[in-house]
T-cell receptor, first 109, second 113 residues
Framework: RKEVEQDPGPFNVPEGATVAFNCTYS??????FFWYRQDCRKEPKLLMS???SGNEDGRFTAQLNRASQYISLLIRDSKLSDSATYLC??????????FGTGTQLKVEL | EPEVTQTPSHQVTQMGQEVILRCVPI?????FYWYRQILGQKVEFLVS????????KSEIFDDQFSVERPDGSNFTLKIRSTKLEDSAMYFC???????????FGPGTRLLVL
């Protein structure tokens, strides 16, 4: 099983749609979880941290299920500017971030 | 807003040559990292560095790689004898604390011919 697994997409959605991304991780000892966003040929940028209680930041909601080792990201009212690759990221020992391959989102008019 | 900077943005080198990639982490950060991303693949951890020592390194970070903090602001990655497969985007990152958010620089695109 891959350390961090994501559906690569692409997800093509119309503007205003709600879209959900899922991620699973293999190491049950993982401590912290994040969603990063990466635009083409640019650096990963933190979108949000993910907590067991769930957290929301504007149109973005992240959820963590430790028992299932599952992380999700929901984007509501998607904008053209949301088009990017969304990276599921897990923090392990040595402060090492392990990245998924990313899910590509394309928001269309 | 403080940010991580990296130089050069692009580097082309011949196989077998040494390259040094430079990074200036965010000024009050204490933890530093290098990651790489081969074109079309995922971001991969190379090394973490704290208190002038390597904390953790991956299998990729073999004897050809080294890191250094030569002064109070720079953090460098040296590849001693580059191989074709070292061609990738190299990202530097820094964080204020051990489990805290890692902020990435814009990357150096390395092409080994």
């Amino acid at each position: 099983r891959k350390e961090v697994e994501q559906d690569p997409g692409p997800f093509n959605v119309p503007e205003g749609a709600t879209v959900a991304f899922n991620c699973t991780y293999s190491n049950s000892a993982s401590q912290s979880f994040f969603w990063y966003r990466q635009d083409c040929r640019k650096e990963p940028k933190l979108l949000m941290s993910v907590y067991s209680s769930g957290n929301e930041d504007g149109r973005f909601t992240a959820q963590l299920n430790r028992a299932s080792q599952y992380i999700s990201l929901l984007i509501r009212d998607s904008k053209l500017s949301d088009s990017a690759t969304y990276l599921c990221v897990v923090l392990g020992g040595g402060n090492k971030l392990t990245f998924g391959t990313g899910t590509q989102l394309k928001v269309e008019l | 807003e403080p940010e991580v900077t990296q130089t050069p943005s692009h580097q082309v080198t011949q196989m077998g040559q040494e390259v040094i990639l430079r990074c200036v982490p965010i000024s009050n950060h204490l933890y530093f990292y290098w990651y790489r991303q081969i074109l079309g693949q995922k971001v991969e951890f190379l090394v973490s560095f704290y208190n002038n020592e390597i904390s953790e390194k991956s299998e990729i970070f073999d004897d050809q790689f080294s890191v250094e903090r030569p002064d109070g602001s720079n953090f460098t990655l040296k590849i001693r004898s580059t191989k074709l497969e070292d061609s990738a985007m190299y990202f530097c990152a820094s964080s204020a604390g051990g489990g805290e958010t890692q902020y990435f620089g814009p990357g150096t695109r390395l092409l080994v011919l």
